[in-house]
């Protein structure tokens, strides 16, 4: 096993590895820019190494830093968390071609995968159900037949696409001719290039998406599916697994789906597929090719640590067990809580004065928040991940109302008091929502 890992992240998830790599007697290398000196991941790790100033392209997106410092520290791997450069093939490329382990995916999985358009086709092929679409279209000549052979509304997706960023819904003809142009703006703004496409827009579908771990050597498992369709201008807010909309039948179809997809592909490490579901049909939207946010949860039911599955099997072990050995076990939910106003979500850093983090049977709290330590403005605002388990999902949400009115963030706001409102939304309680469900109840609320 690896006697050291350059952990080349920030926040709760730098942490969250850090601790996998601690239980496994691995020593970490913190990076960080010096925004994030004094960070919990960063005071915990072995070693440290400052890479740049706080801007992500000067620091965690800085390449050379971050293979000079595993030079440097003589560290044998590096992990690269998630956002970040952890879906950037070339950088997995030049991590191993300077002969440290990438512990992820193979470059070329990372690449097919972060092309939509070529992902939908990959998927096609291996015999993923995808939502009805085009490939690129250039312009209006283009675009406007691939409109009527979908059928309206049409969404407008970036092919580089991320973050839920860049989409853009047309109902009609007139409506594609006048988003299409903003579509390709904002694509070239966010990811560089404007190469857009168009789907199917489903008006009522849930989120569903199957966590995978392949061993490249034939191995796959999945850890059933989470729920994702509590979202927020396309962004995740809570997850839950198992989803309250599917059926043992239906969890093992599309289970069985993804596990045969990945083994055909010969996929390794962790990753996940991403559907929409609608009147009992799935439609792939996209594949991860990396550990998730929501990740915790999978964990939560099934015992499997993601993470050190992911160290295991980037030093080239088989993962050992089958599909059949896999127990998913009661209720599992995630809150993503951040720093921003519950109100209008403007981002709120800061210094935290007071802080108590929940605990108790079930209760799961993946932060790098303490007391005086100070929020960045610089970075994406999530700050905590409250990660509850209970027996059944009636469990769980009592648990859940109790650890967010234990929880204290002091000095700045957070969304607590949203995730409050929602676990006792009548909708929430009784699993009956779609991905247009929480924006509704958000604008109500105001
Ligand atoms: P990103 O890579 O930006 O996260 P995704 O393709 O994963 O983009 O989509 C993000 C979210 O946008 C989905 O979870 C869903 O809420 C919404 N979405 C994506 N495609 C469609 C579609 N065809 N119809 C309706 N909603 C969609």
């Known amino acids: 096993m690896f006697e050291k890992v350059l952990i080349a992240n920030r926040g709760e998830i730098a942490l969250r590895i850090h601790r996998a790599c601690r239980e496994m007697g691995i020593k970490t290398v913190a990076v960080h820019s010096t925004a994030d000196t004094h960070a919990m991941n960063v005071r915990l790790a072995d070693e440290t190494v400052c890479i740049g100033p706080p801007p992500a392209r000067d620091s965690y ?13 003589g560290a044998d791997a590096i992990h690269p968390g998630l956002g970040f ?3 950037n093939a070339d950088f997995a490329a030049a991590v191993e071609e300077h002969g440290f382990v990438f512990i992820g995916p193979a470059p070329e999985h990372i690449r097919l995968m972060g092309d939509k358009i070529a992902a939908k086709a990959a998927a096609a092929r291996l015999g993923i159900p995808t939502v009805p679409g085009s490939s690129t279209v250039r312009d209006l000549a283009a675009a406007e037949p691939a409109a009527d052979a979908i059928g309206y509304p049409i969404l407008i997706k970036a092919a580089a696409g991320g973050g839920g960023r860049g989409m853009k819904i047309a109902r009609s003809r007139a409506e594609l001719a006048q988003m299409l142009p903003l579509a390709q703006r904002e694509a070239e703004a966010f990811f560089g290039h404007g190469e857009v496409y168009l789907e199917r827009f489903l008006e009522r579908p849930r989120h ?13 498992v999945h850890l059933g599916e989470r729920d994702c369709s509590l979202q927020r201008t396309h962004q995740k807010v809570i997850e839950e697994t198992p989803s309250p909309a599917l059926g ?3 969890r093992d179809r599309i289970g069985a789906l993804a596990v045969g997809a990945m083994r055909e592909l010969g996929y390794r490490s962790a990753g996940t597929l991403e559907f929409l579901y609608q009147d009992r049909e799935f439609f792939f939207i996209e594949m991860n090719t990396r550990l998730q946010v929501e990740h915790p949860i999978s964990e939560m039911v099934s015992g499997v640590d993601i993470v050190r599955e992911q160290l295991r099997i980037a030093d080239g072990a088989a993962l050992g067990y089958r599909q059949a050995e896999i127990r998913l076990s009661g209720h599992a939910i995630e809150c993503r809580i951040n720093a921003e106003s519950p109100d209008d979500f403007r981002p709120s850093p800061g210094r935290v004065t007071d802080y108590h983090a929940p605990g108790g049977l079930g209760v799961r709290v993946d932060s790098a928040l303490y007391q005086g330590y100070v929020v960045p403005p610089f970075y994406d605002s999530l700050i905590s991940k409250l990660v509850i388990h209970g027996r059944s999902r009636s469990e769980c949400l009592m648990r859940l109302r109790r650890a967010l009115e234990e929880y204290v963030i ?14 006792d939304a009548r909708a929430f309680i009784d699993g009956d929502y779609d991905i247009h469900w929480l924006e509704r109840f958000v604008g109500r609320n105001r």
């Open 208 to 220: 569903i998406e199957v966590q995978i771990l392949g061993d490249g050597q034939g191995g796959v």
């Open 410 to 423: 002091g000095g700045i706001e957070t969304t607590i008091p949203l995730h409050q409102r929602l676990v």
């Open 85 to 87: 450069l952890a879906e």
């Open 248 to 250: 043992p039948d239906e």
């Open 61 to 73: 997106l800085n390449v050379a830093a971050i293979l000079s410092a595993a030079t440097i520290t």
